[in-house]
């Protein structure tokens, strides 16, 4: 079965870090770029971050820059997003996609073919 499946996960407090891994069952990815993106309860889902094939190209959401860190190993055929400096408003369900053709603005969802099934970040005060 090709999909992808998102681990790291989990409950911290305000100011704590976690580690948010990516890795595909059914293919490599090395031929896709990889996106994260997150949906809080009620809200719609957004982009987080962005990797390009080669690492060569990252972006990030406003709201996280200087705080999450992309990154990858086609090697290791994994993707992860380090969360660091963790607020409340980061709770969220969190998801990798995959792209193997970026045609768009790399939060555009549609141009991702594989997504994960999505993993928990609980912030507490």
């Known amino acids: 079965q090709v999909q992808l499946v998102e681990s790291g996960g989990g409950l911290v407090q305000a100011g704590g870090s976690l580690r948010l891994s990516c890795t595909p069952s059914?293919?490599?990815?090395?031929?896709?770029?990889i996106g994260w993106f997150r949906q809080a309860p009620g809200k719609e889902r957004e982009g987080v971050s962005y990797?390009?094939?080669?690492?060569?190209?990252?972006y990030y959401a406003d709201s996280v820059k200087g705080r999450f860190t992309v990154s990858r190993s086609n090697y290791e055929n994994t993707a992860w997003l380090q969360l660091d400096s963790l607020k409340p408003e980061d709770t969220a369900v969190y998801y990798c996609a995959a792209s193997r053709t970026v045609v768009a603005a790399w939060y555009w969802e549609p141009q991702f073919e594989f997504w994960g099934q999505g993993t928990l970040v609980n912030v507490s005060e």
């Open positions: 990797i390009s094939k080669n690492s060569g190209i990252t």
């Open positions: 059914g293919f490599t990815l090395e031929t896709y770029a």
